[in-house]
C-alpha cells in the first residue's frame, strides 16, 4: 500500500527536480506581482525581452561551447569590440566628431560584416589552439578574452576618437535595435533574437554538426573511435559562437545608439550563468536551446523585477548567485539520477 502512495510522490517530485527552474520562474512572477501588481504587464514583458535579446544571442554562442565541455571567458570582449567597430563604421556623414572622419557613405552591411568577421576570427582562434593544442578551453579563452580587450582598446584609442565614446549611429542601425515592426509594436530586435534562437535549436536538433557537439561533449575519446573529427568540430563550435557574439555586438550597438570600450564586461558570465540554469550541463554533453532562453528569462526577469520592487542592487548580486549555485546543485543530482 505504502508503494503504491510513494510511487506517484516519486514521479511528482523526480518531475519538479527537472522542471525546478520553470517552477522558480513563475514563482518569481507571482511574488513580485503581488508586491507590485503593475508588473502584470505586456510594458514590462516588452522590456524584459528588450534588454535581454542580445543577452540571449550570447547565452546561444555559449550553449554550443558548453555542450562540447568548453568554456569561453572571451565572449563578453568580444561582444565589445564587435559593438566599437560596429559604431565605428556606422557613423552618419553629418556627426560632428566622426570615428574615420574623411570615410565616405557605407551601407549597414559593411559594419555589419566587419563586426561578425573579426568576432568569428577570434572564435576561430580559440578554437583552433584548443583542438590543436590541446590547452583547456578556461586557459585559451582567458587569455583571448585579454587580448580581444586589448585589442578592442587601441582600436577605441585610434586619433581622432582617443578613447572617447562613439556616437551618432546612422538611423539605419538605431532601428534595429530600437524599432518596431509596423503593425505588430513587436521591437524588431526581439525578433531578431528569437529567429537566431530557431536556427540554434535547429542546428543542435537536427543537423549531424549538432549531434557531434553532443557526442564530443560527452565522451570525447568515443567520439573519436566513431570516426568524429573532434578537432574540426571544436573549431565549428568556437567560430559559430565567435559569429554569434558579434551579431550580438552589432546589436547591442543598434540597441544603444553607441559604443564605448567598456561594452561586454562580464557578459560571459551572465552567459554561462544562463546557460547553466537553463540546464546546460557544465560537465558537457546536456542542453538545450528552449532551456536556455528560460535561463535568460530567470535572470532577465529577477533583475528587472527586484529593481521594480526597489530591491537593493546588492541583495540581487546574492540571489543570482543563489540561485546558480541551486541550479548546479540540481543538475549534478540529476546527472546522478541517470547514471
Known amino acids: 500500500m505504502d508503494e503504491l502512495v510513494n510511487a506517484p ?8 527536480g527537472d522542471k525546478v527552474i520553470i517552477l522558480a520562474l513563475f514563482v518569481l512572477i507571482i511574488v513580485i506581482s503581488i508586491i507590485n501588481p503593475r508588473f502584470l504587464s505586456l510594458q514590462v514583458l516588452r522590456d524584459v525581452a528588450l534588454q535581454n535579446s542580445t543577452r540571449l544571442i550570447i547565452a546561444c ?38 570615428f574615420y572622419p574623411n570615410m565616405g557613405a557605407v551601407p ?20 583552433l589552439i584548443i583542438a590543436k593544442f590541446k590547452i583547456v578551453p578556461f586557459i585559451v579563452t582567458l587569455g583571448s578574452q585579454i587580448m580581444a580587450w586589448g585589442i578592442n582598446l587601441l582600436y577605441f584609442d585610434i586619433p581622432p576618437n582617443s578613447s572617447q565614446p562613439i556616437g551618432g549611429i546612422k538611423s539605419s542601425i538605431t532601428r534595429l535595435g530600437s524599432g518596431l515592426i509596423p503593425g505588430l509594436g513587436i521591437p524588431i530586435i526581439i525578433v531578431i533574437a528569437l529567429i537566431i534562437c530557431g536556427i540554434c535549436w ?10 557531434n557537439v553532443y557526442a564530443v561533449g560527452g565522451n570525447s575519446e568515443s567520439a573519436m ?9 571544436l573549431m565549428g563550435v568556437y567560430t559559430l559562437a565567435g559569429i554569434l557574439y558579434g551579431i550580438a555586438g552589432f546589436l547591442e550597438c543598434s540597441r544603444t545608439g553607441g559604443a564605448t570600450s567598456a561594452y561586454g564586461l562580464s557578459y ?18 546536456i542542453g538545450t536551446i528552449p532551456g536556455v532562453i ?16 526597489g530591491v537593493n542592487p546588492y541583495w540581487q548580486n546574492i540571489v543570482k548567485g543563489l540561485i546558480i549555485i541551486a541550479a548546479v546543485g540540481f543538475d549534478i543530482r540529476k546527472n546522478i539520477r541517470r547514471k
Request: with cysteine.
Open 108 to 127: 549597414i552591411i559593411v559594419p555589419f560584416l566587419a563586426a561578425v568577421s573579426i568576432a568569428g576570427l577570434l572564435g576561430f582562434f580559440n578554437g
Open 9 to 16: 510522490l516519486r514521479k511528482i517530485g523526480r518531475w519538479a
Open 61 to 98: 554562442g555559449m550553449t554550443f561551447v558548453l555542450i562540447s565541455s568548453g568554456v569561453d571567458l572571451s565572449a563578453g570582449r568580444i561582444v565589445g569590440l564587435a559593438a566599437v567597430i560596429t559604431a565605428s563604421l556606422g557613423q552618419t556623414m553629418e556627426y560632428g566628431r566622426r
Open 294 to 309: 528560460v535561463g535568460v528569462l530567470v535572470f532577465g526577469i529577477l533583475n528587472y523585477g527586484l529593481t521594480f520592487i
Open 268 to 285: 560571459e558570465f551572465d552567459a554561462i550563468s544562463a546557460c547553466v540554469v537553463g540546464g546546460v550541463s557544465n560537465t558537457g554533453g
Open 225 to 233: 573511435v566513431s570516426g568524429i573529427r573532434v578537432d574540426l568540430n
Open 202 to 211: 535547429f542546428i543542435l536538433s537536427k543537423l549531424r554538426f549538432g549531434r
